[in-house]
């Protein structure tokens, strides 16, 4: 597909596509831009491209085959704030956008390799730091739902199969700690069980 070329365009459910297009900005009918409006520039190719990959590449599913590791799709009401849309989005790929101060990048799924590494002698403090490393109680969790519109009843919300992490659970003196989670834009449901379970494993 070609930026300047709309004979090229065709429709996507890769969500890092989706999010690259919401930034840069969504012509629409009335002459108005739908999202971002930034610049190329502020959207650097190889990172942004990396990550488009990485949703494409494929995972293998229960009885045969492969497919995307993750998909997207949404009803965006153009009266919303774009970042309402682009929130759900990027949860459905598990990713983060940042906004660098120069670009904006974006990470998809697991952290990549550590690409640099340093010791207490390379930071400089000009001023107080706190770091609370370990979370709260009630921001902890060893067992995670999820609701997602499933195609096959007529994309109705419907609850996805509870992951739990049995010996976390076991070890925790405070029981079953469950997460809640909605992802309105991701109507797979393999997608959604490889998300719950990064995301326990994360906790």
Do not use: H
Request: charged share 15%; aromatic share 8%; net charge negative.
């Amino acid at each position: 597909q070609r930026l300047a070329n709309p004979a090229t365009w065709e429709q996507t459910n890769n969500p890092v596509v989706m999010t690259w297009n919401v930034l840069r900005g969504i012509p629409l009918p009335g002459g108005e831009i739908y999202g971002g409006g930034y610049d190329l520039s502020l959207l650097p190719t190889s990172v942004w491209m990396a990550s488009m990959n990485r949703c494409d590449a494929p995972v293998a599913i229960a009885g045969g085959g492969t497919e995307p590791s993750y998909r997207a799709g949404i009803e965006a009401v153009m009266t919303q704030e774009p970042a309402q849309p682009l929130t759900e989005i990027l949860k459905a790929c598990s990713a983060t956008i940042a906004d660098m101060g120069y670009a904006w990048t974006i990470t998809v799924g697991a952290p990549g390799l550590p690409v640099y590494s340093f010791t207490d002698d390379d930071v400089i403090v000009s001023k107080s730091q706190t770091l609370d490393p370990f979370p709260s109680l009630s921001e902890t969790y060893n067992a995670v739902s999820a609701r997602y519109p499933a195609p096959k009843d007529l994309y109705e919300t419907r609850e996805a199969p509870l992951r739990t992490n049995g010996s976390a659970e076991a070890s925790d003196a405070f029981g079953r700690r469950t997460a809640s989670l909605t992802l309105p834009a991701a109507p797979y449901g393999g997608q959604v069980q490889r998300l719950t379970r990064a995301w326990l494993n994360d906790e």
